[in-house]
Each structure stands twice: as structure tokens, then as C-alpha cells.
T-cell receptor, first 114, second 116 residues
Framework: EAQVTQNPRYLITVTGKKLTVTCSQNMNHEYMSWYRQDPGLGLRQIYYSMNVEVTDKGDVPEGYKVSRKEKRNFPLILESPSPNQTSLYFC?????????????FGSGTRLTVV | QQQVKQSPQSLIVQKGGISIINCAYENTAFDYFPWYQQFPGKGPALLIAIRPDVSEKKEGRFTISFNKSAKQFSLHIMDSQPGDSATYFCAAIKSQVGGSQGNLIFGKGTKLSVKP
């Protein structure tokens, strides 16, 4: 089944403790992206990657890092999480977004930073 | 600056009625306009999409109307059903070379509730 898999689904952590949210897709998509979803703010892009070793900032990149060493994986790293990073996070991938191919989203990771 | 503005924030419709969600954009570089549907606990899923060279696209009960001169587009859900209750996001993509091509810019979402 074609899918984007995020782990973990739920995570509670403490301020300052480094964490990684993994994202993997099995569709051989070149493009991958991370979004955070907050009430009243919709989905805001954190980082995206056009291909392996090619990443760039989205609208809200502060406090986050990403890497794209393999085509299928695009982990989101929070080096020193803070409470304002409490949110619902989604990873997405697309074959050819410039041609209008749809994005496939993961099921989300709900992160709470206390 | 919000690049895609969506309204209303929430919408309650009776079963069988028409649900209408509106979006407006500023950037004329946008050239692909998808709508995503999100159920609680799930990620958004592509529902229907349109390009600006077309004024209307229909798929089943879902229709996108597009007004290029006004830079507005809307989603119409005909014969709305309780199973349509979800959050709907309009979005836009710039597909020109250079810059953040291919990045989805989302509206803030509309929570639709269809009452039986």
C-alpha cells in the first residue's frame, strides 16, 4: 500500500530534550515536506526537500532541522524542544508537485512539550 | 501575510443542503489549486483540484468554481451528507521554476458539520 509513515503517533517530552520524528514514504517520491497544524492557523510548512540532499526552509523553520540522506526518509529533528512547538505534525510527499500531483500525507504526530 | 484566505472558519449545513467554502489568493504565480479533506485523527487527503485555465471542475458531488480575474475559487458540496463532516483546506501551488516551486500554501481550514 502506498503510504507515508510517521513515527511516533504521540509523543510527550520535556523542554530541551532532543527528539526526532521519523517520516518514510514507499512511493519513490522526490518531494517531501513537513507541516505543523495548529488551531486557527491551518497547516504551515516547516521544511521541504526537492530531492536527496536538497532541503530548504518553509514558513516556520525556527527550532527545527531536517535531513534527506535517502529518498524515502525525511526525519524532523527538534534539537531543543520548547512548549511553543507543541503541535500536530504532518509529513507529506509528492511525485511531481510542480506538475500538480497531489500530496500524500502521513497520519500525523501529536507532540506535547512540557 | 496570508497568501490564501479561506472562509468561513466553520460551517453547519443540514443533510441534503449545499456547503460552500470560499478561498481567495493574491499571488498570480499560483497555478494549481487543490482542496484537501481532513477527518479527525487523519492527515489531509486530496479531494479535488483545478487549474486556472478552467472555470469549473466537478467530481461527483464536489465542484470547484474558479474566477481567475477575481483571484477567487470555491468548493461546493452538493447534497451534503453527515459523512462529509470534516475540515476542508483550500491550497495553492506555484509551479514556476525557481523559488519554492511545488510548495503547497494552505488556507486556514473550514470545519464542516453536516447535521442529519
Amino acid at each position: 500500500e502506498a503510504q507515508v509513515t510517521q513515527n511516533p503517533r504521540y509523543l510527550i517530552t520535556v523542554t530541551g530534550k532532543k527528539l526526532t520524528v521519523t517520516c518514510s514514504q514507499n512511493m519513490n517520491h522526490e518531494y517531501m515536506s513537513w507541516y505543523r497544524q495548529d488551531p486557527g492557523l491551518g497547516l504551515r510548512q516547516i521544511y521541504y526537500s526537492m530531492n536527496v540532499e536538497v532541503t530548504d526552509k518553509g514558513d516556520v523553520p525556527e527550532g527545527y532541522k531536517v535531513s534527506r540522506k535517502e529518498k524515502r526518509n525525511f526525519p524532523l529533528i527538534l534539537e531543543s524542544p520548547s512548549p511553543n512547538q507543541t503541535s500536530l505534525y504532518f509529513c507529506a510527499s509528492s511525485l511531481k508537485p510542480r506538475k500538480g500531483s497531489g500530496y500524500t500525507f502521513g497520519s500525523g504526530t501529536r507532540l506535547t512539550v512540557v | 501575510q496570508q497568501q490564501v484566505k479561506q472562509s468561513p472558519q466553520s460551517l453547519i449545513v443540514q443533510k441534503g443542503g449545499i456547503s460552500i467554502i470560499n478561498c481567495a489568493y493574491e499571488n498570480t504565480a499560483f497555478d494549481y489549486f487543490p482542496w484537501y479533506q481532513q477527518f479527525p485523527g487523519k492527515g489531509p487527503a486530496l479531494l479535488i483540484a483545478i487549474r486556472p485555465d478552467v472555470s469549473e471542475k466537478k467530481e461527483g458531488r464536489f465542484t470547484i468554481s474558479f474566477n481567475k480575474s477575481a483571484k477567487q475559487f470555491s468548493l461546493h458540496i452538493m447534497d451534503s451528507q453527515p459523512g462529509d463532516s470534516a475540515t476542508y483546506f483550500c491550497a495553492a501551488i506555484k509551479s514556476q521554476v525557481g523559488g519554492s516551486q511545488g510548495n503547497l500554501i494552505f488556507g486556514k481550514g473550514t470545519k464542516l458539520s453536516v447535521k442529519p
